[in-house]
């Protein structure tokens, strides 16, 4: 008889998990009889309670504190990680790198194993199937040769026929099931009955390959089934026929394990597991020194130019070889000579300007003190002398105060270009030195016919400060939004919040565009050279002012609208030397205060407010155009 090719089933059936049985006519477990143990575990049954109680709150608790410092250490790496990520390019690129390679190792990894796996199992199969035409052949061939008629020599024909199947330990490692086709329309030879391998059983078999086998002819099929053995399961692979014998048709399955394939592709992972570890660990390595290569003169040049923005003028990069990186470090070199050699002569042109102005100064103060007090004893006569020469003295002491004045505020530019400015500060309520300067320019304000108001917290505004520079802050600008105030209202400001506190004098006058308000704080610059400068100024008040606000580490800001007035915003923060990120008041809000504050309460005992000041500065203001 001969043998068709195999058909195999597409279903793999799940492996079936023998489970022990237990033996039948085993006797009952006997449970003696005990003493009554009710009372002893009334005497001690609430202790144990309160004890078992006690350990699960404590063991509760230590899983808590170990769950927060989990917490924390993880908490603590993925900040350390990203702070690395965000720092160091050269850990950037290696993470990127082992991360594509770990991504690639893996994807080529599967796809190995996939073909190996796929390779092992159809070599098997193939070897299975093979072997399985051949047995199943040779028992046809004896079963057909067969010269048997009592029921000892069948039993024993079929079963050391069927004996010769089983093969396990071998190679081939085979098992057999040999049973008759159920629902004959001849029947079967009582004397041959089921048999199989001694442990298994017909639960190795999956339904769909005995329906497939009943259904054939001599058409040979397989399934992928598992095999029990000791502790679990093994992958195996179940191939059936048909035989015949004394007219009755048998089903004929073999069984063949190949978890030796398994170990084999097991073997293999690992192999390739080990393999993926170690190149990804040495392309990290590879990785790490090629980008130190690259990285290390960019960290150099980084250091050397910090050194060099610090002052340092003198430091430079070192240059090995003549790659790239060698010649960007010899052209960082030559512009850091080239600077080096600008800002040299800058500085020396600038020492040579601040000493100059120092000395003509110092040297101007004799000469002019002379000059002042001449200028005063004519002025004090004046009214001795004709007309003209009355004008006469009264210009010349005009001049020489504005002359003064100029010269002294030379002297203070010239000991901030020398960094000698120093601060000396101390707690002070900023609302109530406001106050005093409002009061100070009433002369200045009837003058002009402009109304200031002031607006402020009743309690006060204390910030630690230099009240000597705030005020000459403070009185610079104020005179200066009198002078350009068009004679309309000045509305003065004052907040504070829990970090720094803020002024901000809004004159409604002729008012800034953004390229004035840009250069507002530069000496000497004046936003109209014809227009007449009637305080007196010496054109450096804000550039002083400047200079003051940075020595308290604070802010002085200008913006205004051509012919809508100007805002200039004084912000200082609460401590000295403090920092702060907002400003309590906007710089850029055209609209008045509310309800406006009485001077008064801002004023110290010793400097009350008289009722001219109060009535004309703080009367109430309207909602319409101010004036």
Not at 46 to 66: D, Q
Not at 100 to 110: E, F, K, P, T, Y
């Amino acid at each position: 008889m001969t043998s068709r090719p195999g058909k195999a089933l597409v279903r793999v059936l799940p492996a079936a998990v023998q489970t022990p049985r237990s033996m039948e006519g085993e006797p009952a477990a006997v449970v003696p009889e005990t003493q009554d143990t009710s009372g002893v575990l009334k005497r001690y049954g609430g202790r144990g309670g309160r004890l078992v109680r006690l350990f699960g709150l404590r063991t509760l608790a230590l899983l808590r504190r170990a769950a927060r410092m989990l917490w924390r250490g993880v908490t603590w790496l993925g900040g350390s990680l990203i702070h690395r990520w965000r720092r160091s390019l050269q850990f950037r690129t290696v993470l990127v790198t082992v991360l594509l390679a770990s991504v690639a190792l893996v994807a080529v990894g599967a796809y190995l194993s996939s073909q190996i796996a796929s390779n092992l199992f159809q070599e098997r199969l193939h070897q299975a199937e093979s072997d399985t035409r051949s047995s199943v052949a040779t028992v046809q061939n004896t079963f057909d040769g067969a010269q048997v008629t009592d029921r000892a020599s069948v039993q024993k024909l079929v079963g050391d026929t069927l004996a010769a199947l089983d093969s396990r330990g071998t190679q081939l490692n085979r098992r057999f099931v040999f049973l008759a086709v159920p629902d004959q329309t001849q029947p079967r030879t009582r004397w041959v009955d089921s048999r199989s391998s001694n442990d298994i059983g017909l639960s190795v078999l999956p339904d769909d390959l005995r329906e497939a086998v009943q259904k054939a002819g001599h058409e040979q099929y397989w399934a992928s089934t598992a095999l029990p053995i000791k502790g679990g399961t093994a992958p195996a692979i179940a191939i059936g026929n048909k035989v015949s014998f004394n007219g009755s048709v048998y089903e004929l399955y073999l069984i063949y394990d190949i978890s030796s394939a398994e170990t084999t592709l097991n073997d293999i992972q690992s192999v390739l597991l080990i393999g993926a570890g170690v190149l990804v660990v040495l392309i990290g390595v590879l990785a790490w020194y090629v980008t130190s290569a690259v990285v290390r003169p960019i960290s150099h040049a980084a250091h050397v130019s910090e050194n060099l923005a610090s002052g340092q003028l003198q430091e430079r990069m070192l240059v090995k070889g003549e790659d790239e990186v060698a010649r960007l470090g010899a052209s960082f070199n030559h512009m850091a000579a080239s600077l080096q050699e600008q800002i040299t002569q800058l500085n020396t042109l600038s020492q040579m300007q601040q000493r100059f102005v120092s000395d003509v100064s110092h040297e101007l103060r004799t000469p002019l003190t002379t000059v002042r007090m001449a200028a005063d004893v004519l002025y004090e006569s004046r009214d001795d002398f004709d007309q003209i020469n009355k004008r006469s003295a009264e210009l010349l002491h005009t001049q020489v105060e504005r002359f003064q004045s100029l010269l002294a505020d030379l002297l203070e530019i010239s000991r901030y270009d020398a960094g000698a400015a120093q601060l000396d500060a101390e707690p002070l309520d900023l609302a109530a030195l406001m106050g005093r300067v409002i009061e100070g320019a009433e002369p200045v304000a009837h003058e002009y016919g402009s109304a200031v108001r002031l607006h402020a917290p009743s309690e006060g505004v204390v910030v630690e400060m230099d009240a000597k520079r705030i005020e000459r802050i403070l009185r610079n600008l104020l005179l200066n939004a009198l002078e350009h105030g068009e004679g309309r209202r000045v509305d003065v400001t004052v907040a504070a919040n829990d970090e720094a506190a803020a002024v901000t004098v809004r004159d409604y006058g002729l008012g800034l565009d953004p390229a004035q308000a840009a250069r507002v704080f530069d000496r000497f610059w004046r936003a109209d050279p014809a227009r007449a400068r009637s305080t007196g100024g010496s054109g450096l008040g804000l550039s002083i002012a400047l200079a003051d606000t940075k020595l308290h580490n604070g802010w002085l800001e200008a913006r205004g609208r051509k012919g809508d007035g100007s805002t200039f915003r004084l912000t200082l923060p609460l401590k000295a030397g403090g920092t702060f990120v907002e400003s309590p008041l906007p710089v850029d809000n055209y609209q008045p205060a509310e309800a406006p504050v009485s001077l008064p309460r801002f004023l110290p005992p010793a400097l009350p407010a008289g009722p001219g000041i109060a009535e004309q500065h703080f009367e109430e203001i309207s909602p319409e155009e101010p004036r």
